[in-house]
């Protein structure tokens, strides 16, 4: 009989996705928001290398999943702005 569990830190994957694209705009956070997203990044990939061993729940899949792709977009907006700042570009 197989159960299905959650997949461990799915939804630290979601918040920490969705929270970097809001941060990445402000210009003390964007570091914040930079490290955030990889962080999300790295715990997707991590989630990705669990489930070949075990099954878990379509939710926290899905979770993990939408953290990535907005991990990715506020590490981009994040590293954009980032550069943007450092080079006075915005002022």
């Given at each position: 009989?197989?159960?299905?569990?959650?997949?461990?830190l799915s939804?630290?994957?979601l918040?920490?996705?969705v929270?970097?694209?809001?941060l990445?705009?402000?210009?003390?956070?964007?570091?914040?928001?930079?490290?955030?997203?990889?962080?999300?990044?790295?715990?997707?990939?991590?989630?990705?290398r669990?489930q070949?061993?075990?099954?878990?729940?379509?939710?926290?899949?899905?979770?993990?999943r939408?953290?990535f792709l907005a991990?990715?977009?506020?590490?981009?907006?994040?590293?954009?702005?980032?550069?943007?700042?450092?080079?006075n570009?915005?002022?």
């Amino acid at each position: 009989m197989s159960t299905l569990r959650k997949l461990p830190l799915s939804m630290v994957t979601l918040v920490f996705g969705v929270l970097s694209i809001p941060l990445a705009f402000a210009r003390q956070l964007c570091v914040p928001a930079l490290i955030m997203g990889l962080l999300a990044i790295a715990f997707h990939l991590a989630g990705r290398r669990m489930q070949r061993h075990s099954s878990f729940t379509a939710a926290s899949i899905r979770h993990s999943r939408q953290g990535f792709l907005a991990a990715l977009a506020g590490s981009a907006c994040a590293l954009l702005m980032w550069v943007l700042w450092a080079t006075n570009a915005l002022l």
